[in-house]
T-cell receptor, first 114, second 113 residues
Framework: DTGVSQNPRHKITKRGQNVTFRCDPISEHNRLYWYRQTLGQGPEFLTYFQNEAQLEKSRLLSDRFSAERPKGSFSTLEIQRTEQGDSAMYLC????????????FGNGTRLTVT | QQQVKQSPQSLIVQKGGISIINCAYENTAFDYFPWYQQFPGKGPALLIAIRPDVSEKKEGRFTISFNKSAKQFSLHIMDSQPGDSATYFCAASGGLGNTPLVFGKGTRLSVIA
């Protein structure tokens, strides 16, 4: 299967701990996006990369969140000092081309902060 | 400020009926309007998309109607089937700032036999 892969699928952590998620995009895709989705809501944009460059971050993105995409391949999203409000599904998507290109989503990492 | 407003929140349709979901957007610079379908436990998947230079696009049982002057677009699902039961999201992107996709809050569709 050559779709977008996200790991882990589920993560339970205690408030104040750091967590890191990984996303492996479709190999030929140059753009990689991170979105957050809470129950009953649509995906909310967090940040995106073109190759290894991080081009945009949402103004809503706390400085506790950081993302990397070394060598323009896989990406990691780290949340430091987690809070209960961080509990959500974190979705990764990739595309070939710009913002008018179809996004291919992974199945997400569900984070629960206790 | 929500850039894309979607309605209804939920929808129940009889098998074989027509499902209609509406979306309104704020930013007149948006120039790409897709609809995504999401099943429980899965990520959203692109269903159909339209650019503002056409007023309608049809792919199989799915049709997007687009009204640029009203800043509205809608998804029509003809001959709705139980397998269409899912959550549907409208979205918009583009413009001079190359805004990444912003999504509506979603419509949960249930198709009953």
């Amino acid at each position: 299967d050559t779709g977008v892969s996200q790991n882990p699928r589920h993560k339970i952590t205690k408030r104040g701990q750091n967590v890191t998620f990984r996303c492996d995009p479709i190999s030929e895709h140059n753009r990689l996006y991170w979105y957050r989705q809470t129950l009953g809501q649509g995906p909310e944009f967090l940040t995106y990369f073109q190759n290894e460059a991080q081009l945009e971050k949402s103004r809503l993105l706390s400085d506790r969140f950081s993302a990397e995409r070394p060598k323009g391949s896989f990406s990691t999203l780290e949340i430091q000092r987690t809070e209960q409000g961080d509990s959500a599904m974190y979705l990764c998507a990739s595309s070939f081309g710009g913002v008018r290109s179809p996004l291919h989503f992974g199945n997400g990492t569900r984070l629960t902060v206790t | 400020q929500q850039q894309v407003k979607q309605s209804p929140q939920s929808l129940i349709v009889q098998k074989g009926g027509i499902s209609i979901i509406n979306c309104a957007y704020e930013n007149t610079a948006f120039d790409y309007f897709p609809w995504y379908q999401q099943f429980p436990g899965k990520g959203p998947a692109l269903l159909i998309a339209i650019r503002p230079d056409v007023s309608e696009k049809k792919e199989g049982r799915f049709t997007i109607s687009f009204n640029k002057s009203a800043k509205q677009f809608s998804l029509h699902i003809m001959d709705s089937q139980p397998g269409d039961s899912a959550t549907y999201f409208c979205a918009a992107s583009g413009g001079l700032g190359n805004t990444p996709l912003v999504f509506g809050k979603g419509t949960r569709l249930s198709v009953i036999a």
